[in-house]
């Protein structure tokens, strides 16, 4: 059967083989497919060679699949879906430019005037691979006949077949409408940033629905930032099935050329990198690999994670900056996903709620930090409320937030004064049944929750509202926080919304003191973990049902 996972991809990722699992292929199909795959020549390589005396042989079954997969009694594709991924310079746009061409000559007899899509996330993108198709077919006298080239709409058309190749950019052209037989989405990474990317990939989707014969493949290098959005469900999705967890009626081929979870540290030695590089030594330079590494480290941690995700598939996250919050080392394996709000109130004997941001632009984080009646251990439950508007000011960050709604984890507010109202609920929940120690806050701009917080009996002169020193003053509580999570002594949701918070985290040290500051201005939202630190102002005091120490409310 067209069974598309593969399991032992760790096998073969280290012996340097295919990814392409053993699949019962049409061999005609196949092989009709490949000769004219191998025929075209690259038109950015000295000499202009053809991809069957160049192109790294990685390429040549994933190639065969797409083909191959074909079945011309039934006109049917077998697997209509292909996800590959791999790093920059492996030549991905070049060789997207081929599948799609060869996808039209391979085309000529079946289904006349078919239309193929190649979208891009930019015009610059897109102009890339039009060049790259435009200069395969101005190598070769017989494909220069054969096809008519309309620059100014890139679009290539098949003269005898009237078939065509459109390639369009999503920030100027409209990816929506149409009923292509073939697409190829270059770059899905970048898609997670694009409005309505969910629905595109819909449209893209729905086309095949009255087209068996037909394909959709998606060719992209990892995120410049944690994957988000359209992009973290088509990767979630490709692994799955590459795991052999997801079985799907339709087909999916996943190609990801990633390292396994327990190697992802090494992916600055040099012996890993053919893995990762399936071109390495063709299109990918292993010298200009080596100088942008001693480049970015030179940078910074920013520039160094860049490059690896970039480089090497690495995916985003809390292990790769340098300036990370030292706690962020051991934040999952601290992940207790039974740690719901019921739960941690019901094991706790005391608890304290951390309050920080709030403003338009902000995220308002809670967290509800209980101590265990039978372990004396920290349990953290973790919630957020953001306005509407932060989806329309902070494009870069609205797929992931969105993704935190979906969760549970997030609510999005339409009015400023519904997260106060939330808020204010939750631990009046706390108070009804006696166990809130105190309320710690960031005291910057939180006048209405204040005014609402009396209303329920939490005031500073009640000294159950507690102003937590913020900056350098929080040195001693995050680095108390940091040694209870490599303790075990410190548990938590194991939410996507705190881990996305703490990978934010970037610690600043000066000569006698440190301070946890955003990664990037802006979009790099930490309000969430900044609520913890304000409630482990007040739990670091182990109070019993009253704070033993107040600090100055300002």
Known sequence: MWDTSCVDWRERLLAGKTLVPDL??????????????????????????????????????????????????????????????VPKKNGKSTISAAIMLTAIICNVKRRPGAEFNFLAPTIEIAGISFRQARGMIKLDEKLNELFHIQDNIRRITHRNSGSFLQIKAADTDVVTGGKALGTLIDETHIFASKAHAADIFVEMRGALASRPDGF?????????????????????????????????????????????????????????????NPSLGTSVDPDFLRTNLIEAKRRGSGELALFASQHFNVEIGQTLRGDRWAGSEFWQRQADPSLTLDS???????????????????????????????????????????????????????????????????????????????????????????????????????????????????????????????????????????????????????????????????????????????????????????ALFDAAVVMSGNPAKAPTYQIAFI
Request: proline share 5%; aromatic share 6%.
């Open 216 to 276: 959709l493949i998606q060719i992209t290098t990892q995120s410049k930032a944690p994957p988000a959005g359209v992009f973290k469900a088509e990767l979630a999705r490709a692994r799955d099935v590459r795991d052999g967890r997801l079985v799907l009626p339709k087909p999916l081929l996943p190609i990801l050329y990633e390292l396994p979870r327990d190697m992802v540290e090494r992916w600055e030695d040099e012996q890993v990198w053919p893995l990762l």
């Open 344 to 530: 941690v109130l019901e094991r706790s004997e005391i608890v304290v709620a951390g309050l920080d941001g709030g403003g338009l632009d902000d995220l308002f984080g809670l967290c509800i930090l209980g101590r265990c009646r039978e372990t004396k251990h920290w349990l953290a439950w973790s919630h957020a409320w953001c306005h509407e508007g932060v989806l329309q000011r902070r494009h870069t960050i609205a797929a992931t937030l969105l993704d935190f709604q979906q969760a549970g984890e997030l609510t999005i507010v339409q009015d400023e004064l519904d997260d106060v109202g939330s808020i204010v609920e939750i631990i009046s929940l706390i108070k009804k049944r006696n166990k809130l120690a105190a309320v710690a806050v960031d005291p910057a701009g939180i006048g209405e929750m204040v005014e609402k917080l009396a209303a329920i009996g939490v005031t500073v002169e009640k000294k159950n509202l507690i102003g937590a020193p913020q900056g350098y003053g929080l040195m001693n509580v995050i680095k108390g926080t940091e040694r209870r999570l490599a303790a075990g002594t410190l548990w938590h949701s194991g939410s996507g919304l705190m881990r996305w918070a703490v990978g934010n985290i970037k610690i600043e040290p000066t000569a006698t003191a440190i301070r946890a500051t955003k990664q990037n201005a802006g979009d790099a939202k930490i309000d969430p973990v900044m």
């Open 24 to 85: 019962p292929l049409y061999k005609a199909e196949a092989a009709k497919g490949l000769r004219c795959f191998k025929r075209l020549r690259l038109p950015d390589v000295n000499g202009t060679p053809t991809f069957g005396d160049k192109c790294a042989p990685w390429v040549f079954p994933i190639v065969e699949a797409l083909f191959g997969s074909y079945d011309p009694v039934e006109d049917v594709r077998r697997i209509q879906e292909y996800f590959l991924l």
